[in-house]
């Protein structure tokens, strides 16, 4: 690789850690090609990303990032799983390690603060931004069908009266 192209890779780590919701760094020595193209597949699913990229290059593009702390991390083979949700690439690499021994998560980073392996765990159990949109558009969906049902509610009450009024006139 020459020094553009590593300028070039260094730049687009940059642009990775610095609009990223959270990025988990793992150890991925051992897995086979198809092992790394499903870990692929599962974070595309999931809107999130994966990538290889040489530890001194990842630690030059951190340098001056909120998230440089994660450093400590990049040693060894490393891959970095990222997501601008929050949630998302953590999901992806916690459900990818309980299937995978040779997957190690060694910890990441949330905007400015550092995970580390329980922090990883942690933040793959929150709710992703789906599913907090779909809950806050139930609680919100919940009280206007109530209140439709309220208001609609007297005026077949009285219709009901109505009618039976009605009948026991014709009966009488």
């Not at 988990?24 to 193209?37: C, D, I, P, R, S």
């Not at 994660?70 to 459900?95: I, W």
């Not at 580390?116 to 929150?126: L, N, P, T, Y």
């Amino acid at each position: 690789m020459d020094r553009a192209q590593k300028e070039k890779v260094v730049e687009e780590l940059g642009q990775i850690f610095e609009s990223s919701g959270v990025v988990v760094v793992a150890h991925y020595e051992g897995l086979t090609v198809a092992e790394m193209q499903d870990l692929r597949a599962k974070a595309r699913e999931a809107d999130a990303s994966v990538r290889v990229a040489k530890n001194r290059l990842a630690k030059i593009a951190l340098e001056g990032k909120p998230c440089a702390s994660m450093a400590e991390y990049l040693s060894g083979m490393t891959v970095l799983t990222f997501s601008e949700d929050p949630v998302a690439a953590a999901k992806v690499a916690e459900d990818f390690a309980k299937g995978n021994d040779k997957f190690q998560i060694l910890g990441g980073a949330m905007g400015e603060n550092a995970l580390d392996r329980a922090g990883v765990e942690a933040v793959s159990k929150m709710p992703s931004r789906e599913e907090l949109i779909a809950s806050i558009v139930g609680c919100i969906g919940a009280p206007a069908s109530n209140i439709a049902g309220a208001i609609g509610a007297p005026a077949s009450n009285i219709a009901g009266i109505l009618s039976t009024i009605e009948d026991k006139a014709e009966a009488a």
